[in-house]
């Protein structure tokens, strides 16, 4: 049972495309995230919810906005897609909502952006 | 900033050798995450060490802390060209994990 699981793993599009990233975790955890890794493999945190609260909303474009219909589930869509968009985008959860705890990823899904 | 900082960025040794790698940081911290990427993979978790820690081991893995250097150092002994992958370090605090850029470790056998 893969415990966070990401879809698509990958997408191709044209710039001006709206497009959208789905995550879900089977672990129970309260906390997801999603991560940003560019090309040279910085990855930097995008958003945090809690228990589907919005907790953390890193300095993103507002073309991405983050959903989480339930405490399991924290989709990303983004509107407008344009070159710099293109990274590997991460899902990642925590059981702890402390910022202390381990975080658990999903394989990545990686967009590119034509 | 928040932000670790691996040292060296890459880093190639033969099969059987001991690798080390270092993360500096800046601020206070919660605890010391370390964290392994395959190619093509997402991030897996390694070890913790908390800010009151010194030394913890987790089999061919050994991970020291300094708070009062601000580092840490993680130690794969006997390396296998499985170990192959990128190994990041992730500082907690008040905000969710802050990864460094990472050290690319290749194994050769």
């Known amino acids: 049972d893969t415990a966070v699981s990401q879809t698509p793993k990958y997408l191709v599009t044209q710039m001006g495309n709206d497009k959208s990233i789905k995550c879900e975790q089977n672990?129970?955890?309260?906390?997801m995230y999603w991560y940003k890794q560019d090309s040279k493999k910085f990855l930097k945190i995008m958003f945090s919810?809690?228990?589907?609260?919005?907790?953390i909303n890193e300095t993103v474009p507002n073309r991405f906005s983050p959903k989480s219909p339930d405490k399991a589930h924290l989709n990303l869509h983004i509107n407008s897609l344009e070159l710099g968009d293109s990274a590997v985008y991460f899902c990642?959860?925590?059981?702890?909502?402390?910022?202390?705890?381990?975080?658990?990823f999903g394989e990545g899904s990686r967009l590119t952006v034509l | 900033s928040q932000q670790g900082e691996e040292d060296p960025q890459a880093l190639s040794i033969q099969e059987g050798e001991n690798a080390t790698m270092n993360c500096s940081y800046k601020?206070?911290?919660?605890?010391l995450q370390w964290y392994r990427q395959n190619s093509g993979r997402g991030l897996v978790h390694l070890i913790l060490?908390?800010?009151?820690?010194r030394e913890k081991h987790s089999g061919r893995l050994r991970v020291t802390l300094d708070t009062s250097k601000k580092s840490s150092s993680l130690l794969i002994t006997a390396s296998r060209a499985a170990d192959t992958a990128s190994y990041f370090c992730?500082?907690?605090?008040?905000?969710?994990?802050?990864f460094g850029k990472g050290t690319r470790l290749s194994v050769i056998a």
């Open positions: 990642a959860s925590s059981q702890d909502q402390a910022n202390t705890g381990e975080l658990f």
């Open positions: 992730a500082i907690s605090g008040n905000t969710p994990l802050v």
């Open positions: 060490i908390r800010s009151n820690e």
């Open positions: 601020t206070s911290i919660n605890n």
């Open positions: 672990l129970g955890h309260d906390t």
């Open positions: 919810y809690n228990n589907k609260e919005l907790i």
